[in-house]
């Protein structure tokens, strides 16, 4: 399993590429990851107690007034849940550079758009894809989405036009939570579950993930898209 360390040209600090197992360490050493913020709930409204746990391949669709600015209305792909904690990526927050502009050696490559997978350890790069045939070293987290695998085989498949560019996302940073904290943030009602599907994580138009979530989940939860950000203002 490679490490690769590469160089963000405009800020020249280095970058690590690191595969799914060198994340399978705990997460208590690294303290509380979130920056906790006050949100508003109205209660009786939506019915919580039937959503799902926390689980690999669970999707967190932010509760509409979490007002925590590097999760407000995210949705994070869940890759890993353990007693030590958890971390996964968010899926619909665009990163202000492209594949190239992080990593040297790219220059070559059609404009490959990065996402803001959260804000621990923004020093790595990580990406989903679907061709585990292709790009070993993966980890399957529902059907035919896998974490992970050679970086330096997946640029090469894309240089020689081999797979599809919309059926792999680049993720800088991740979402991380210590033992017992995303349990907490479930009973404070941040956040919704429900599995995720290959639609949403590699959803075409990844600023619509949010809305589409609720959508999905139909009813009452559909009314939470129009909900304002500031609930003084409904």
């Known amino acids: 399993m490679s490490n690769c360390k590469i160089i963000n040209k405009d800020e020249g600090y280095p970058i690590y590429l690191e595969s799914a197992r060198v994340f399978n360490v705990g997460f208590t050493k690294k303290g509380d990851f979130r920056v906790k913020s006050a949100f508003c709930y109205i ?84 990406f989903l894809h679907q061709y585990p045939d292709k790009i070993t070293g993966g980890y399957e987290i529902i059907d035919g989405v896998f974490w992970g695998g050679n970086f330096e085989t ?14 792999i996302r680049f993720y800088i940073g991740y979402s991380g939570w210590g033992g017992g904290q995303l349990a907490v943030e479930l009973k404070e009602k941040s956040w919704l579950t429900v599995p995720a599907s290959r639609r949403l994580v590699f959803h075409k138009k990844p600023s619509e993930i949010w809305k589409d979530a609720l959508r999905d989940l139909g009813g009452e939860y559909e009314m939470m898209v129009n909900f304002p950000i500031d609930p003084q203002l409904n």
């Open 43 to 126: 209660a009786g409204i939506l019915n919580f107690d039937i959503m799902d746990g926390p689980a690999p391949g669970i999707l967190l669709i932010a509760d509409p007034f979490l007002k925590d600015p590097n999760f407000m209305r995210t949705v994070v792909f869940l890759c890993e849940h353990q007693d030590e904690g958890s971390f996964g990526f968010v899926l619909n927050k665009n990163y202000d550079y492209t594949l190239d502009e992080l990593v040297s050696g790219l220059d070559d490559l059609t404009k490959i758009p990065v996402y803001l997978g959260g804000p621990v350890q923004m020093d790595t790069i990580h």
């Open 154 to 167: 997946a640029i090469e498949l894309i240089r020689s036009g081999e797979i599809d560019v919309g059926k």
